[in-house]
């Protein structure tokens, strides 16, 4: 029983952390503008995500213009964006295979050690999807480090990390969690276990009986 609740709680917490992934693919919020200048306009607000850059106004009014060319996008955009969807995919993929392997569900209930090996696989699958959205939320606030600490870069063109960001990393975690705690439901070795010795038989009585 506290196997299955385990496999449970690493479901949840993947599940979860594959929402999140989602949520943070489709959010704008990927860098802010950073007002560091002197210049400082606090009248709006700058940021871009993924897809689109927006400019929020204090009245509350926000426009956003889609990004027009994937050609003309920078390198780095472009393989966050590949890297968001492909770990997005193959999280719907580890879903489907962990609750068949989850032992609350009927599916494959004749064969415990294949459906046990089914919520292994789903986990590792979990772990790669965590593993792709680390690189790729990373690789992305390595660049706005990088970008920002440029003496190239003019002052009032700096941005920081944005709240998509944080929603990343924190769905690259549980992912990562949940497909650990999924894993952990391994199938033993049946072999691993020392077969018993069966024990000798007695002797025939020979019919007398000694004093």
Do not use: H
């Amino acid at each position: 029983m506290a196997n299955a609740g385990l496999q449970l709680l690493g479901f949840v917490l993947a599940f979860l952390g594959w929402i999140a992934a989602i949520v943070s693919t489709a959010l704008p919020q990927w860098r802010i503008y950073s007002y560091a200048g002197d210049n400082i306009v606090t009248a709006q607000a700058i940021y871009e995500g993924l897809w689109m850059s927006c400019v929020s106004q204090s009245t509350g009014q926000i426009q956003c213009k889609v990004f027009d060319s994937l050609l003309n996008l920078d390198s780095t955009l472009q393989a966050t964006r590949a890297l968001m969807v492909i770990g997005i995919i193959l999280g719907v993929i580890a879903i489907c295979i962990s609750i068949v392997g989850m032992k609350c569900m009927k599916c494959m209930e004749d064969d415990e050690v294949q459906k046990m090996r089914m919520a292994v696989i789903g986990g590792v699958m979990f772990l790669i999807v965590g593993l792709l959205l680390l690189v790729a939320t990373a690789w992305y606030g390595n660049r706005i480090v990088q970008e920002f600490y440029d003496p190239m870069t003019p002052v009032n063109a700096r941005y920081e990390f944005g709240q998509a960001l944080f929603t990343g990393w924190a769905a690259a975690s549980l992912c990562l969690l949940g497909g650990g705690l999924l894993c952990c439901s391994c199938p033993r070795k049946t072999t691993s276990y020392p077969t018993p010795r069966p024990y000798p038989k007695p002797a025939p009585s020979t019919g007398k009986d000694y004093v």
